[in-house]
């Protein structure tokens, strides 16, 4: 069950948050900025992750924190590693890759609700209208309630049927 909400995604009530990145992600912008700010254990785990692995686009990382949080790192941006290294944009096909790991990750039912930001649109460089498709094609018939954040509206708790 997807439902499109307004508000602040970091006040969300969902056991789960979703969001892309890129291999090198250094955290610094929009919502990986927020959320590095908010647990910044998540990045200093995510580094050790990427130093050790080296993970490519279309991967998925799982974050769990304290009070039950966990964060879904989808690696839909490009980007090598390297000390000078930006994040590149999203591409369709990694997306398309890391929402097929995050439906077999939902699918264990070790988490019960979903929010997740206007995917790979923000700094990623992507069409919402391209991306949705992808959502509603890996995730519309899951049996858990899934929020997009379609529109920010910091500090503002989103209206989430069923939580």
């Known amino acids: 069950m997807i439902h499109e909400v307004t508000g602040d995604i970091l006040l969300?009530?969902?056991q789960a948050i979703a969001h892309g990145i890129a291999p090198n992600d250094p955290f610094d912008q929009g919502l990986a900025l927020a959320l590095r700010e908010q647990w910044p254990a998540m990045v200093k785990d995510f580094r050790h992750?990427?130093?050790q692995v080296n993970p490519k686009p279309g991967k998925l990382w799982v974050w769990g924190g304290v009070g039950g949080i966990r964060i879904f790192n989808l690696l839909t941006q490009e980007g090598e590693h390297g000390d000078r290294s930006k994040p590149g944009h999203a591409t369709l096909s990694n997306v398309n890759h890391c929402l097929r790991q995050l439906r077999h990750e939902?699918?264990?039912g070790e988490v019960s609700s979903l929010s997740l930001p206007k995917l790979a649109t923000g700094v990623g460089n992507l069409q919402w209208?391209?991306?949705y498709p992808l959502i509603q094609k890996h995730l519309e018939d899951l049996s858990m309630p899934i929020y997009i954040y379609s529109t920010y509206h910091e500090g503002q708790q989103a209206s989430e049927?069923?939580?």
């Open 12 to 14: 969300t009530k969902a």
């Open 49 to 51: 992750y990427a130093h």
């Open 106 to 108: 939902l699918e264990k």
């Open 129 to 131: 209208s391209e991306v």
């Open 161 to 163: 049927a069923g939580l």
